[in-house]
Structure formats: structure tokens, C-alpha cells
């Protein structure tokens, strides 16, 4: 594209980003979220970004970032899902009742180590069930996915209600508990260690994909441009584990560790918290969602049929049996998300989840989700996710009213979403 | 010469199909040899591509059937078109606008890696292949089709269905939006592939060009046959009266 009214500086800042292949999109929301952060951060005198905070922001974001990355898939084949808030509440009752009721009454009682895994594995099978039925109603009945979900948002919410008799259900299992956020945490030494081992993983996707357009003799970034792109990510990935590492466990409660092993704490002792374990889970799920998403036929065929239904279709794609999987794997996502948010509360509430559809299909739009199908990313939902919460947590610390906040937060939605369409206009981006 | 005594690549027997009260096709039967080229005729409306979606899977006939080298097929969707060596090039050309060339190329039969995953990598080279060979001047194989002109996308869904050696091809108005260049090279790679024993269904509003390329000419109006004739047994003029009249030319009308 040439920009006859170009600056020569801005047209070589226009080169660099080119040279580097970087998803200026994505480069825009990156710098909506510092905007925010700093922002907050001057308002709050520094306290917005100290460890503590970041690190809290970082596990209240992890159940809705899981379930925005389903969202992903069921906007790009042009549906939506209104039920994800009370699936999460369906998945989360069952895994706390099957911990706290069904498994003692079949005789394994409270600590056994069974708990955990079985109860974990109630709840995304629970979640599968129920996506995978609502998707049959939908792609193979032919109704439309927001009438079938929003039936499910009234049908599952009341259905965690029966099973509960609309009680709190607690405490839950400890090993369960451990997902939650703070309650379970790697370590300082266990994060570096996985950091480092994020750092490799990144440089070999990185150079394996050149690799292989070279082997077909396709054009290649130059090698400085690659370089520069891992250490980017090498920055990126050790710094967050910095952060997390520099959050460090109040003193009484390592005091309390030590006496409970029966030693006294040795004197200046610190210890950081880490990478949260619900962190690694969400990675994973990123990860494993790209994967889906970029290199499987299942994410080609998502794609395809959102960008053009009728050709999927005439090209042999069966997008019936595409949209139970589709909303199978939001099931699945609820399930998990459901695991989190109930580990961190330590028990189920009746209102869990309540609202998380509409915060879940914000982080996917204001992540670059279009609602007109064929087009988003993973790593967009969660920054849409973080930025949210981000967002949120800010104008709490802010001490901004409740109904601002909200109102706040409904605006910034329809703003990013006006942003995102003059940005596409403009640059003729798909 | 096309040999016409063996069994027929495909017939289409007696078929017909209707979208409410619209007759779409009514009783129609064509046959098809091997290294054959029939072209279909007809106003718009005629009938041409709903005739030949019930080959390709797209639509399922009312009545008739369809038989493949002598034997009854059972196409039920396109992946049953598919098994049958059945490509189509749509006058839609069923792309999706948001993939690139490649993966629309390859789109339901990805190439993969021995992990299962799809080798984007492959699936670009084997398209620089083909493209090479219909379309020299074909650059965008990184941007989604959206970006494409015209003829361009129209090339992409040509590649698609020559790539996977089909052994019937339906074109449905393949060169409506190409150059006389690109045009050309269409008529060439058809008479290639009549040469390699396909057989061909072409659909095409051009009598000369149907004329030039075609063995035999069927001509439809308003859902009905009017007829199939050799294209050396008729001028255009007769062409054009059939499509517009209804009427096989008198000589002929035995
Ligand atoms: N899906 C559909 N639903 C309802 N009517 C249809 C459908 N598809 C085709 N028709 C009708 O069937 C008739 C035949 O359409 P068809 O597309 O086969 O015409 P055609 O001969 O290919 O025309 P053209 O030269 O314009 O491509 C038309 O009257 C059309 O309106
Ligand atoms: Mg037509």
C-alpha cells in the first residue's frame, strides 16, 4: 500500500513492523492494555502495577480468558453462546457435589485422593454433554444458537440450583483447591524453570517454522527479525515470571508453614508465590486452542465454514457434525472454567458465573472476534479477557461506583468494536 | 472422434427437481462419454446449474437417477460426489473469503504432516505448482482469497478441481470472469484433459466457444431438454434458436 503523504519515519516504522510480519491488530490491543495499566497505575499512586496486584489480575482473569478462547470458535462459525455463565455454574455444581456428596456416598471419603480427579472429570464431561447437545439442537435441528443458548442460560443456571438445593456447597477438596489461583502456585525455582522451558518451546516454533519455508524455498523474515522476535518473547515470558516470583507469601503464613512441619522459620525468609497452577491450565489451553485453531482440520474447517458456510459444506465438510464439536469444546472450556472459579472461591455459590456469558463473548470481540464469522485469534480473546479485567479491577481500586464501573465497561465494548471496524476499513484488512 | 459405444461415463436419467412450485428441472436426461465435453445451453434460469448440482451432491433429485460408469450412484452430499472422482467448479466458486489460495485449494482434503497436523507449508508448494501451470501471473498465495480479483478466485476454484485428477469435471461457467489470456489457457487445459479421458460437463453462454470446445451441446429452457446435438452437425444460428425458441434445428428433427 502506498502512502504518497507518508513521512519518510513513519514509513520506515511502517517497513520494520512489515519486515517483522507482526499483526499490527494484535500490536494496537497490546498498547490499549499498557495505556490502561499506567493509567490506572498513576491513579492509584502505584499500586495498580505492584506484584500483588498483577498477580491477582492474572487469576481473576483466567476463568473467563479459558472459556473466551471457546468463544472464539463458536463466534467465527457464526453462532454465539448465552449459555457459557450457566454451564459454568452446571459444571462447577456438579464437581462440588460429586465431591462433597455423590463420592462419600459411594464410600470415598473427604481426603482421598481420588476426589480431586474424579470430580474434576464429572465436571468437563458434564460440560461436553451439555455443549455437544446444544450444538446437535443447533446445527442438526436447525435452531438458531442464541435461542437454543439462550434457553440454556435460563435451563443449566436453574439446573446448578436443583442440584445444590441452591446451597453453598463447601469447602471443596484441598487438591482440587489447588487450581484455584493463589492456593496452589509453582514455586520461584518451578516457574523459572518453566519459563525457561517456555523460552525454548517459543525459539523452536519460531525457527522450525522458517524452517520449513525454506524447505519449500518460500520467501523468509531475515534472521535479525526472527532473533528479534524471540527475544521479544523470551522478555515477555521471563518478565511475567519475574513478576509473579517477586509477589512473595506474607510472612505469617510461611510462619504458619514452618510450624506445621514442626521447624522454625529461619530468620529474613522469603518466599515468592510464582506461577499460579489455573495460569499454567489456561497456557495450556491456549496453546492447545491455537494448535486446534492453525494446524488441524477441525480449526480449518471452523474457519472455513464461518467465512462461507455454503462452500465448507459443498467442499465436503460435514458443518453439522462441526457445530456439536464446536460447542462440545465450549462445553469442555465451561467445564474447566467452572474448575477455577470454583477452586479459587474454595466452594460452589449458587450464583457463580452469573454474567461471565456477557464478559466472555466481550473478551472475544474486543479481542478482534468478528461477529460476522470466519475471523479471530486465540491470544486476542484472552488480551480481550485481560484487558477487561484490567478495566475492571482498575476502577475498583480507583474506587469508582458499581454502576459507573458497568457502565464503563458496556461502553468500552461497543467503542472497541467501532475502533476495530475503522481500523479494518482502513487498512483493507480482512 | 469420441467413441460412443461403450457404457457412458455418466447418465443422467429422467431427472428433475423442484424448489416449491418452480419446476427447476424437469425430466431432463444427459450422458456423458469418456474424453467427451457436453456443454449445457440455456437462458438464465434455464435449469443448467441446478441440473448438475444433483450430480456434484449439492442438491438431492426429486426423481431420476444418476449412474457413473454404468452402475447406480447413490450421491447424497458432495463428499459422495467426491468418492466418485467428481469435481465441480461452481458458478459461485465456493471459496472461502477468508482463507488463502491454498487452503482453499486444498479445503476438505488438507495434506498433513505425520503428526496429523495440516502442512500449511505443503499445501502452498503443491499450489505454486498448479497455479504455475493455469495462472503464470498468480502472486497471492499469502493473502485470503477475499483480496483476489475476479478472475483470480475464478482460477483458484479451477486449480481446485483439476488438482485432485478428477475423472468427471462439471464446469459452471468457468471463464465468466476471466481475461482472453486466462480464457485461452482454460480452452487449453480443457482439450488436455479431454485428452487424458475425462469426461466434461460445460456450462457456457458463448455458442462459439461451446462450439469450439464442446463434443455435443444440450440445451435446456425453463427446466425442460430441448435436445443434445452434435456441434458439428449444427451452426450457432441453430444453437441460438434452440436456446431461445425451444426448437431443434429442422434438419435435425428427425
Ligand atoms: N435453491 C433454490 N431455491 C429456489 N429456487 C431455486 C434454487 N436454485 C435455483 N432455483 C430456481 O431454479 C431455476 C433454475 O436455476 P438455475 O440456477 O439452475 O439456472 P441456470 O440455468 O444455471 O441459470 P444461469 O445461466 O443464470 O446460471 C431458476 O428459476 C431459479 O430461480
Ligand atoms: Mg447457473
Redesign the interface.
Known sequence: MADASASPASSQRKNILKTMEIDTRLLGMVGAFIVVCVMFNLLTDGRFLTPRNIFNLTIQTVSVAIMATGMVFVIVTRHIDLSVGSLLATCSAMMAMTQTSFLPAMGVDFGNPLIAPVAIIVGIVTGAVIGAFQGWLIGYLAIPAFIVTLGGLLVWRNVAWYLTNGQTIGPLDETFQLLGGIGGTLGTTGSWIVGVLGVIAACVAIWSARH??I??E?PVKPVWAEGLLMVVAAALILGFVAVLNAYEVPARVLERQFEASGQVMPEGYVQGYGVPYSVLLLIAVAVVMT?IAR???L???I??????P?????????TRLLTVKVFAIMGVLCGLAGLVASARLSFHSNDIGTLDELRVIAAAVIGGTALAG??GTIYGAILGALIMQSLQSGMAMVGVDAPFQNIVVGAVLVLAVLVDILYRKKT?A? | MIDRSGTPLVELRDISIAFGGVKAVDHVSVDLYPGEVVGLLGHNGAGKSTLIKCLSGAYRQDTGDVFVNGEKANIANPRDARDYNIETIYQTLALADNLDAASNLFLGRELTTSFGFVDDAAMEAETRKIMGRLNPNFRKFGSPVKALSGGQRQSVAIARAVYFQAKILIMDEPTAALGPQETQMVAELIQELKKDGLGIFLIDHDVHQVKELCDRAAVMKNGELVGVVDVDDVTTDDLLAMIIAGKRPEHLAA
Do not use: P
Not at chain 1, 303 to 308: I, L, P, S, V, Y
Not at chain 1, 310 to 318: F, K, P, V, Y
Open positions: 520449513a519455508r524447505h519449500h518460500f494448535m494446524k488441524t482440520r480449526g480449518r474447517y474457519f472455513a465454514t464461518g467465512g462461507n455454503d462452500a465448507a459444506e459443498l467442499s465436503g465438510i460435514n470466519g475471523l483493507g480482512n
